[in-house]
């Protein structure tokens, strides 16, 4: 394992109190410091050039280290980081300028490769056998055979049905029970000819029915050996926690663990931490090369960890650490502004930080404190959502009729919703356009969204570059669906505006807050628009 230093001008530089939150964080400048000096040495690998131009997510973690040396400077000395990156690189899980996976599964000769080879040999059996299955010649023949055969049953029985139309009633009566027993006959000597040709069939193919049984046998161990295997290996990943204790992917997730769970940066680098006694400060990861294309990832920013993946095993691995509180739980304030009322509805300017709804958290939320606000209210009250992080004018029935009606004016675009975006770069003024891109959740990190053109669900946005504030493009936005993170992901998408929203921490760069917000509603032709003093995101940013 490689402990590196960090460049002089960090013994400027004071440490962090808490430890990272890694699902809600702005990197400590040391993290900063870190990034680039594990940037810098990739740009000396030409080796890994290509892999690394797709893309791949890196981590660093600052740490103390805690030994004899003499404490001259407090950063420069004892103060060092480590690197690591996420799943492969260059097709190994082990390389000497970062640290080793907590469980290396590709190491030569170990169980998981062994078993791997077993499976190999019997995926080739299960091939071998297979191509050696032929379908007997026969087949077709007892087709034809059979074909010919209800040819003729068909015309018989038109036939039939000709004389009962055409014959009186007295020779009906006569020729009936003859038609019968002729109808019977031609069933019973189908049936007999089916099973005659059954029979010639399963003797012809019996040799292979005894490959199928062998076929069946060899996947019967496969997957017998592939649950055991993988079992053994949830075993093996087992992660401790400042406390010193060890558990592994079986005792952290309640069900099935996801693939690559363990494999990220982050589990790496504290793993390694703990194992050589250094004390983590703290912890950024951050994202090299292209993105993908559905995924959003920007070269450079930093990311926080996943959910699906990570969650479980970070909960554990932090456990003894004094960790910072996860911001989103801080962010905004409590107050609601009464843009619009009457007796029929309010329209009420969200701040950014707070849920439309209540969360798992207990934190106070549009539903929560419009219901104080307005105790003459009937029905649900809230017709529609903005984001936590989005501020803006929200709509609030206040009735149950009006709510019904409101819904049904929000389902069929019957409202015309146009929202105001700070974008990191400058955009030509008035560039306009449509947007049209297909979303869906992603599910192994959620709340994030992907681009997903075979399952996504069809999102349409249309803007327009309004002015240039301090190198920042301010745009206008008309969504024309409700996709979750539709505008951010419209904004930050290289098929899209290719320029995030300042403060999109999932699709962009972190900062104080999103700067994203509701700024106009027309409702029964009537426009509702955000005041200029209520900026909640956008223009309080700057001066002007």
Known sequence: ??????????????????????????????????????????????????????GKMFGVLVVRRNDSLPPRREVGERVLFLAAFSGTLDGKTCHSYFVPPVFDLMEPGCYFQQEQEVISSINAQIASLQAQIKESPLREQMQRELDAYRAEMQQQKEERHRLRAELSAEELVT???????????????????????KQRIEADEAPSHELQQQITQLQQERHNRSIAL?????????????????????????????????????????????KEGLQPLCMAEFWVGDSPRDELRQEGHFYPSCNSRCKPILGHMLQGLKVEENPLLSLGNHKLEVIFQNEKMAIVAKPHGMLSVPGKDGLPSVQSIVKEMFPQATGPMMVHRLDMDTCGLMVIALTDEVYHKLQDDFRYHRIQKTYRALLEREMPVGQQGEIRLPLRPDVMDRPRQMVDYQHGKTAVTTYKIIEN???????????????THQLRVHCAHPEGLNNP????????????????????????????????????????????
Request: a neutral charge; aromatic letters at 10%.
């Open 1 to 54: 394992m490689m402990l590196h230093a960090l460049p002089p001008e960090s013994a400027e530089l004071s440490l962090p109190q808490e430890f990272t939150y890694p699902f809600c964080y702005q990197p400590h400048p040391l993290c900063v410091m870190a990034a680039k000096e594990v940037q810098a040495f990739l740009k000396t690998q030409k080796q890994w050039a290509k892999e690394l131009k797709a």
């Open 230 to 274: 993988q079992q053994w290996l949830f075993q093996q990943f087992s992660f401790l926690n400042a406390k010193g204790q060890s558990k592994n992917l079986t005792e952290l997730f309640a069900a099935t663990p996801p693939s690559g769970a363990g494999e990220c940066c982050a589990p790496r680098l504290l793993q390694a931490a703990y």
């Open 175 to 197: 020729r009936e029970p003859e038609m019968i027993r002729q109808s019977q006959f031609q069933k019973a000597e189908l049936k007999r000819l089916q099973q005659e040709w």
């Open 469 to 483: 504030i301090e190198g920042h493009a301010l745009v206008e936005l008309q969504p024309h669906t409700g996709r």
């Open 501 to 544: 929203i300042v403060g999109d921490r999932l699709y962009g760069t972190s900062s104080e807050h999103l700067c994203l917000q509701a700024y106009r509603l027309v409702i029964g032709g009537k426009e509702y628009t955000l005041p200029d003093n209520l900026g909640l995101g956008i223009r309080e940013n700057f001066e002007f």
